[in-house]
């Protein structure tokens, strides 16, 4: 089992920061990559961002490409989600998520979710 807990969602204004934090624990050893995905109401859960958990490799959202970075410190099992020049539109739950080695595509644990709220 793996766990993840999502931290840092908050209210801010347009063109403000966020850094959103993903706490990760449980068998680790077994995780393959996290991510961030979120979902605003009545839409669908889409991807954000993704880092291997081990190495550096990472990929993107295009509508974050820019804006998002996303890192993670292994040996603190903690995964970062940093968001520059918020925008309304990024406004949404934003959930940690992981993979395991054994899982070939797709995200088989989620966290609960951080709200995080764009003003214009």
């Known amino acids: 089992q793996v766990h993840v807990v999502e931290s840092g969602g908050g209210l801010v204004q347009t063109g403000e920061s966020l850094r959103l934090t993903c706490g990760v624990s449980g068998r680790t050893n077994a995780i393959a990559k996290v991510g961030w995905f979120r979902q605003v109401p009545g839409k669908e859960r889409e991807f954000v961002a993704g880092i291997a958990w081990t190495g550096s490799a990472s990929d993107y959202a295009e509508f974050v490409k820019g804006r998002f970075t996303i890192s993670k410190v292994t040996v603190e099992n903690t995964v970062y989600l940093q968001m520059n020049n918020l925008k309304p539109d990024d406004t949404a739950v934003y959930y940690c998520?992981?993979?395991?080695?054994?899982?070939?595509?797709?995200?088989?644990?989620w966290g609960q979710g951080t709200q995080v709220v764009v003003s214009s």
């Open positions: 998520v992981a993979r395991e080695t054994s899982v070939a595509a797709g995200y088989n644990y």
